[in-house]
């Protein structure tokens, strides 16, 4: 595999390292929403390369190399020698229809010798965990999935995908590779830690908890954010992700972080359904623990990674919003700690997400995260 | 040099190597500013988690605190003894209120000391000795029924109890917990219901049951030993008069106290009472007849004796019937049937007797059912019938008549009254037969033409149960007979019982106007109290003095004191079954008011008698 690094700014347009031997079978790209709406960059992409699916998605915050950027659209294409790719997406009606979208994708793209599935997903109006759930019914439990949700920085407003055409909202995109050639290695870890009581769900719909402990839920954030940060919810409210233990799945690692407020009932509205009746605990972390955290990601995915690799490797790092918003000007430090852990020779790329999309080392199964980091290796055997 | 600050130093400088030192400033305020925002954060949560964490610790010591009061009053409420006492010393750490109770001091004076400080030595060695047993081994004691060690209620109660060990978080032990529960009720009761269901609750005699078993193990015995017992069957002769009379608590005494006298005159003899009046007695093994004999004599004679009951001096008697095994059966259901057959025998024969059953009281047992059976449809299929017999002056003038029932059955012919009356007391029926025999004797006597008078026999029975002054009284309306006409006879039997109420009831029938005559005068006892006590308008001399006037002296004698003693209180004398001109000049002389008998006319059909009432014999066949 052969990887063409590139990235564009305001003042120079796009810039990059040498162009590839070969045509690309794929470019990934990830930018601001204000930077990818309209479709110019795309376009620009496709002027570069015609015979590529251009595949990219709004963010939070673009990662290349050891920098975060938030003015700069970062790509890469790829070019592979023995691996098939195939790139579908759809429309997503409503977020109560997820769970199907994920299906029709999944139908798509599923073949016996289908080796992983990259999926970008709209950020805002998906319940991300209907549409792996969606996707992982049809393809079964062996095929890892990994990706991430679009962002919108700390806005909440609107996130674009794009696949093989202009950003748009309300899209989800799949890439599929296949061949047994192909490697694909994931590591999804957090670094947070629960704190404070054990509370119980007591009335909760779908994603939107409407009770904690009997009491509303926006109660208890502004209490612990103090009046003047609550007011800037739910940003502000990534600060305290909930860890959810729910009875029927005792082993499952959830923690959900809020995407949305209704101050007038009082609600909150997480990334997932959240279950009545199960326990959830506020969660907390500093600098370094989730630098330790994004670094165990990395470590996990470079060690997945078997020996024999031919030609470059990718790491792609799909990290919460809610961290950077978090860690501030330390953000670089989580970036760091991949890095380390990666090793020089691995080219990273990757954006501050909605949501992270990656089996967890504890289950194995595909699962929708809120504040990791998840880093997904791609590479090629030798033949 | 932080790592953070290398990164803002880098990002302030330029292509050139510049350092924009406005731009690092902003950087490194900006990073304060998060650094500060972070500690804040940080702080408040602490603080909050901590105000979070002590509530929560305090709700779940409230929630604690109240299940504890919620066990506690369970534990001090329930009837049973509770304590619990540290595992390594015995001191007693909590007493319930029950244990108050049991141990019969407060547990101010039992908390936090050792059983050494509140028991007698004894008591508190054994007591330690139990705790260290339980503690040493681990396994809980139990025990079921033993009587109290300690407590104030003295060594008189029964107690389940049991001791069991509670080790602490480290598997130490800890506390022993005891309960102690005060079974003696129970046991006592179930000791009872034992007992009541073998026993009569009145006088504490074996039952029925109890008896059957008794004499279903006795057979077996003697099939083995080749032995041979007697069964006696008793039954109490006029208890039912006395509880009819007096009532069931004087009879319930009386039955008590004639109980008690047969088990202690037949005392190493199974004494039974198997209902009502009733008692079987199983006799020991390989007694001779003779002494089988005299026992029940002397039972007849011992309960006979007077038994003075709550103020009232009762009489009842005892009839005996005895079977024997082997002779009279070998199996329960005939050796009981014969004892019974010989039963009836004694009492028929006159009651206070004793019988052994013999095979022809089979036969008489089948007839007197047979005649009972017949006794019910003779009212209905009018086989009885009213004989008169006339009653006159000494000079012959008839004055009157004596009702006297008969009956004529289809098949029997006429059964003497002495057969069927006894039976018809016995049954109850007398007292329908009664009133037939008074609404007939009245009917027939308001027909006649001269106002004769018309006397009629009322059994002991008729003034013990129904309402015969109410009955008289309405016979008297329906016929139109004029009170003064008739004349009531009575035996001593009425007066015998309830003495009072008879009394009252002559003293309303006399006020009616009508007569009383004391009827076989001279058997029975003859009590002269009765006479003092009663103003009775005549009195009839038994016919047995009568017929033996000539033959025995002293039949005469008694005629004369009997006429004297009824002159000196002022009343006539009738004497019965006078049958010769002989007898009826001795009466005369003596000063006898009237006679009866075949000398005058024997009990006939009043058609016989026609021109005695007055009637002529043309009118009255074909008027």
Known sequence: MQIQYLHWNAAYGWRGADALREPAQLVLYFGGREGLAGGDRYRELRDLYPDSHIVGCSTGGQIHGDDIADDEVVAVALCFARTQVRLVDEVIESREASRACGARLARQVTAEDLAGLFVLSDGLSVNGGELLAGITEVLGPDVPVTGGLAGDGTQFEQTLVGADGEPLPNRVAAIGFYGASFRFAHGCAGGWDVFGPRRKVTKSEGPVVVELDGEPPLDLYTRYLGDEEAAAMPGSGLAFPLRIHDEAEPHRQIVRSVFAVDRNAGTLTFAADIPEGCTAQLMRANFDSLAAGAGEAGRQARSALADGIEGDKLAILVSCTGRRRVMGQRTQDELDAVAAELGDDVVRIGFYSYGEIAPPAATGRCELHNQTMTVTMIAEAAA | ?623
């Open chain 2, 1 to 623: 040099m932080h790592r953070l600050l290398a990164r803002q130093i880098r990002q302030a400088t330029d292509e050139t190597g510049q350092v924009d030192v406005t731009r690092l400033g902003e950087l490194v305020s900006a990073a304060y500013e998060e650094s500060d925002g972070d500690r804040r954060r940080t702080d408040r949560a602490i603080k909050l988690m901590i105000e979070e964490l002590e509530q929560t610790h305090k709700r779940a010591e409230q929630d604690l605190l109240r299940a504890r009061e919620f066990l506690d009053s369970i534990i001090e409420n329930i009837p049973i003894a509770v304590f619990a006492k540290d595992a390594r010393d015995s001191r007693y750490v909590l007493l319930n209120r029950a244990g108050e109770e049991y141990y019969g001091m407060p547990r101010e004076e039992m908390l936090g000391k050792t059983p050494e400080q509140i028991f007698p030595r004894e008591i508190a060695r054994a007591v330690s000795e139990q705790d260290r047993r339980v503690v040493d081994s681990g396994t809980p004691m139990f025990l079921e029924g033993h009587l109290l060690e300690v407590g104030v209620n003295g060594h008189d109660r029964l107690v389940n109890s049991r001791k069991l060990l509670v080790r602490d978080s480290n598997g130490a032990p800890q506390y022993l917990v005891g309960v102690i529960e005060d079974v003696t009720e129970r046991i006592t009761n179930e000791a009872r219901i034992s007992h009541l269901a073998h026993h009569d609750a009145l006088t504490d005699l074996p039952n029925r049951s109890a008896f059957n078993a008794a004499l279903e193990e006795r057979l077996e015995q003697a099939q083995e030993g080749s032995t041979s017992f007697a069964v006696l069957s008793l039954d109490l002769d006029r208890f039912k008069e006395v509880n009819d009379v007096f009532g069931h608590p004087v009879g319930d005494m009386l039955m008590r106290a004639a109980a008690d006298r047969l088990a202690a005159e037949a005392d190493g003899a199974f004494v039974a009472r198997i209902g009502g009046d009733e008692f079987m007695i199983l006799m020991p093994d390989d007694i001779r007849r003779e002494d089988v004999l005299t026992l029940a004599e002397r039972l007849v004679e011992v309960i006979g004796k007077e038994l003075e009951v709550d103020d009232y001096l009762s009489q009842v008697g005892v009839s005996v019937g005895i079977a024997v095994y082997p002779d009279d059966g070998v199996d329960a259901a005939t050796l009981l049937a014969n004892a019974d057959s010989a039963l009836y025998r004694a009492k028929r024969e006159g009651r206070g007797r004793v019988c052994f059953f013999e095979s022809e009281m089979d036969q008489e047992l089948r007839d007197r059912r047979l005649l009972q059976h017949d006794l019910r449809q003779a009212l209905e299929q009018n086989q009885f019938l009213v004989y008169f017999q006339p009653q006159a002056r000494m000079d012959g003038e008839v004055i009157g008549f004596e009702a006297l029932l008969r009956w004529n059955h289809p098949t029997r012919g006429f059964v003497p009254p002495d057969q069927f009356i006894p039976l018809a007391e016995e049954n109850g029926l007398i007292i329908q037969i009664g009133e037939w025999v008074l609404r007939e004797a009245c009917r027939e006597a308001a027909s006649w033409p001269r106002p004769l008078q018309v006397a009629v026999n009322l059994s002991p029975v008729q003034f013990q149960a129904g309402d015969l002054e109410r009955a008289i009284h309405q016979i008297l309306l329906e016929t139109g007979l004029s009170p003064t006409r008739l004349e009531v006879e009575i035996t001593e039997g009425v007066l015998i019982g309830d003495f009072t109420r008879a009394l009252n009831l002559l003293r309303r029938l006399k006020a009616l106007g009508i007569r009383i005559a004391m009827d076989d005068f001279g058997t029975g006892y003859s009590s002269l109290s009765y006479l003092q006590s009663f103003p009775f308008d005549k009195i009839k001399i038994d016919r047995s003095f009568i017929s033996n006037l000539e033959t025995t002296p002293q039949s005469a004698e008694i005629v004369r004191a009997v006429l004297s003693l009824a002159h000196a209180l002022n009343m006539p004398v009738v004497a019965e079954g006078v049958e010769t001109e002989a007898q009826r000049a001795f009466l005369e002389r003596e000063a006898c008011e009237e006679m009866q008998g075949y000398l005058v006319g024997r009990p006939d059909l009043i058609e016989r008698y026609l021109d005695l009432i007055g009637v002529a014999v043309e009118r009255r066949l074909y008027g």
